[in-house]
């Protein structure tokens, strides 16, 4: 019984200590809130004059970098004013603006783009824009004056080769002189013919013989070869027609050395025969004369043993 009210009185007391146990542990802990709270507002306090110098500090160098960028942007703005002088400057002593260099630029590069990629024809070149260009003093630009000559030269160089769209196939009978008057309507355009057929005629890889295969004389073509006929412009026509005079000229100016040779080496065969001739006369008598002689001594010695006998 005694043990009973041991064990009870023991389980009260416990109860009863933990139940006043949180309290005395809040008691505690408002104590300690109340000690930071007062040390947290005098840090607080000196955080916010910290904080306060330093924007006081940053507002300044952020008015003096407003400053600056004012500044800056009002120096850029007369700069960029004395660009722009300086560039319609430039653009009145070509006799432009810069819009009027815009679209020569874009002219300008689609004329480059056709001549280098060999686009239509020369005659398309010219037109679209080259002629243009070379008129216009905005190619001495330093941005245009080195394409320029470039292009130029490029186009001279396309000009130079014959742009082939036609064919013709050689018949007996047939000359150059003869299919120039045919498909030019001059005889005096075969050289641009020649010029076109010397590497090699169109259908070269069907002939068997080699010399069948392009012309290397222009005097000798053959039945069976498909020539290339080009289109020629009018300074090709002159070149062309001045190619041909000067080689008839030159082949007449062969032909009569020619003669001179022929009449020369006939002359020089005809001295050689007649001195052989004479030298063969002039033998043929030495053996007649010797065989006289052999005979008129014969007979001497035949006579004298004749008159020994007697």
């Given at each position: 019984m005694k043990l009973h009210k041991l064990i009870l009185f023991a389980v009260c007391f416990s109860l009863v200590f933990l139940a006043k146990a949180p309290l005395f542990a809040q008691d505690d802990d408002d104590e300690t809130n109340t000690q930071m709270e007062e040390m947290d507002e005098e840090t607080w306090q000196k955080q916010m004059d910290d904080y306060n110098n330093q924007k006081t500090q940053l507002t300044s160098k952020l008015t003096d970098l407003g400053k600056d960028i004012d500044g800056l942007k009002a120096s850029l703005a007369d700069k960029e004013k004395a660009g722009k002088d300086c560039e319609d400057a430039?653009?009145?002593?070509?006799?432009?603006t810069k819009d009027g260099v815009a679209d020569f630029r874009k002219k300008f590069n689609e004329t480059k783009a056709k001549i280098n990629g060999k686009t239509g024809t020369p005659a398309d070149a010219h037109t679209s824009y080259f002629d243009e260009i070379s008129k216009s003093k905005l190619r001495c630009l330093p941005e245009f004056a080195?394409?320029?000559?470039?292009?130029?030269?490029?186009?001279?160089d396309w000009e130079k080769v014959p742009e082939v769209t036609g064919t013709y196939t050689v018949v007996k009978g047939d000359c150059l002189w003869k299919i120039s008057k045919m498909k030019y309507n001059s005889p005096y355009f075969w050289p641009a013919i020649w010029d076109a057929n010397k590497a090699g005629v169109v259908n070269a890889k069907d002939l068997k013989h080699k010399s069948h295969q392009k012309i290397t004389n222009p005097n000798l073509i053959y039945p069976g070869q498909v020539l290339k006929i080009p289109v020629l412009t009018d300074a090709q026509k002159k070149e062309a027609e001045m190619k041909a005079k000067k080689y008839r000229h030159h082949r007449k100016k062969k032909d009569e050395t020619g003669k001179d040779v022929k009449k020369d080496d006939t002359k020089k065969k005809d001295d050689t025969k007649k001195?052989?001739?004479t030298k063969k006369k002039d033998d043929t008598k030495k053996k007649d004369d010797t065989k006289k002689k052999d005979d008129t001594k014969k007979k001497d010695d035949t006579k004298k043993k004749d008159d020994v006998k007697k």
């Open positions: 430039k653009y009145a002593a070509v006799g432009t080195d394409d320029y000559a470039s292009m130029k030269k490029k186009l001279a001195k052989d001739d």
